[in-house]
Every structure is written in structure tokens, then in C-alpha cells.
């Protein structure tokens, strides 16, 4: 049973900085993709940031420059550093892993990143 678990959200001010986790446990493949989905209310689900097992990258265009995506495979976690935030990243930030012949797709529960002063 694959389990994602976020960690690392919270209030912050505008400009501040938060780093979140996403911890996995299970059956994680050698090749797969691991990302961060956020989804503000009323507003669909989307793609913030994503880095496959060979450790390529890529970005929303709406935090290029403010936010890196890293993980550590050693330990089956990535991270999400966001610099630089603004008030329009408020939203759950979801952890996601894609693996397998088919595609499969795991979540994690959420973590709610909220930006105001």
C-alpha cells in the first residue's frame, strides 16, 4: 500500500518562505514521477511543480523562479521550497506520484499553505 503524507504548511506573509515535505511509504518504484498539485477554492486542481527519477524538472509558469522542487531518493521524499510568496499561492498543496505500467496515481491528504498578513 503506497502512502503519501504532506508536512510543512502553515500561515505565512507575503514574501515569506515555507518548505514542504511529502513522505512516502509503500511500494515505490525505481521510475516514476513525483509533483506538487495545489487547488485554491473554487478553482480546479494544477500542476505546481514535478521532477521525474532522473531528477529533470519542470514548473508552472506562475512560480518559475520562486519555488524548487527536490527529492531525496534515499528516502523517498521530495520537497517543495517556495520562496517569494504571494497570496494567489494560497491553496491545499497536494503531493502526487505516478508509477507503474499503468500509470497509477497516488495523493497525499494535503496540506493547506495560506499567504496573508
Known amino acids: 500500500q503506497v502512502q503519501l503524507v504532506e508536512s510543512g504548511g502553515g500561515l505565512v506573509q507575503p514574501g515569506g518562505s515555507l518548505r514542504l515535505s511529502c513522505a512516502t511509504s509503500g511500494k515505490i518504484e525505481s521510475i516514476n514521477v513525483m509533483g506538487w498539485y495545489r487547488q485554491a477554492p473554487g478553482k480546479e486542481r494544477e500542476l505546481v511543480a514535478r521532477?521525474?527519477?532522473?531528477?529533470?524538472?519542470n514548473y508552472a509558469d506562475s512560480v518559475k523562479g520562486r519555488f524548487t522542487i527536490s527529492r531525496d531518493r534515499a528516502k523517498n521524499t521530495i520537497y517543495l521550497q517556495m520562496n517569494n510568496l504571494k497570496a494567489e499561492d494560497t491553496a491545499v498543496y497536494y503531493c502526487n506520484l505516478v508509477q507503474g505500467r499503468y500509470g497509477m496515481n497516488y495523493w497525499g491528504q494535503g496540506t493547506q499553505v495560506t499567504v496573508s498578513s
Open positions: 521532477i521525474t527519477s532522473g531528477g529533470s524538472t
